[in-house]
């Protein structure tokens, strides 16, 4: 199926946990993204990516980790989970300008 | 970084009536501003989109307008119908592919 998928769309992790979420997209767009959505606060930048092996910190990046080894894929990690990053993560790739969201993941930490 | 800004928070019209939202923006380099319509629980979607070198454009019952000058950028949503009750993100272009997002506006459509 073309186009960006996430997974999971759904996910509870304890505090202090690793979790990483998944991102791949189809296209071969070379900008990728991740945003988390907080009520009140809109679609804060948390990492991007230029190209394969090029990352670069957004907005609010920190206790998140990212790789881009493959162009495609562009996984999230969350080194040791807190409560603070109860969320729904978007990524996203990018061409032109133009951005194409993924389906978000619901993030709970409990 | 650019700043974006966006009002109001939270919109309710009656059906049929128009509905503005305005956005600024900080950097003056920033010269791709695009709109994306979040509907209950689905992910963003570009629903209209101006480039710097253009005042105004229009799709339908939509239109954007930009002013350069005063950095600032407004969607126009004409006839409003319920289905277009949904969160609006304007964005801008700072280049390099980064865009800044606004905090949003949920608009309601009162039938």
């Known amino acids: 199926d073309a186009g960006i998928t996430q997974s999971p769309r759904y996910k509870i992790t304890e505090t202090g946990r690793q979790v990483t979420l998944m991102c791949h997209q189809t296209w071969s767009h070379s900008y990728m993204f991740w945003y988390r959505q907080d009520l009140g606060h809109g679609l804060r930048l948390i990492y991007y990516s230029a190209a394969a092996d090029i990352t670069d910190k957004g907005e609010v990046p920190d206790g998140y980790v990212v790789s881009r080894s493959k162009t495609e894929n562009f996984p999230l990690t969350l080194e040791s989970a807190t409560r603070s990053q109860t969320s729904v993560y978007f990524c996203?790739?990018?061409?032109?300008?133009?951005?194409?969201f993924g389906q978000g993941t619901r993030l709970t930490v409990v | 970084g650019e700043n974006v800004e966006q009002h109001p928070s939270t919109l309710s019209v009656q059906e049929g009536d128009s509905a503005v939202i305005k956005c600024t923006y900080s950097d003056s380099a920033s010269n791709y501003f695009p709109w994306y319509k979040q509907e209950l629980g689905k992910r963003p979607q570009l629903i209209i989109d101006i480039r710097s070198n253009v005042g105004e454009k229009k799709d339908q019952r939509i239109a954007v307008t930009l002013n350069k000058t005063a950095k600032h950028f407004s969607l126009h949503i004409t006839e409003t119908q319920p289905e277009d009750s949904a969160v609006y993100f304007c964005a801008a272009d700072s280049g390099a592919n980064n865009l800044f997002f606004g905090t949003g506006t949920r608009l309601t459509v009162i039938p």
């Open positions: 996203a790739s990018h061409t032109a300008g133009i951005a194409f």
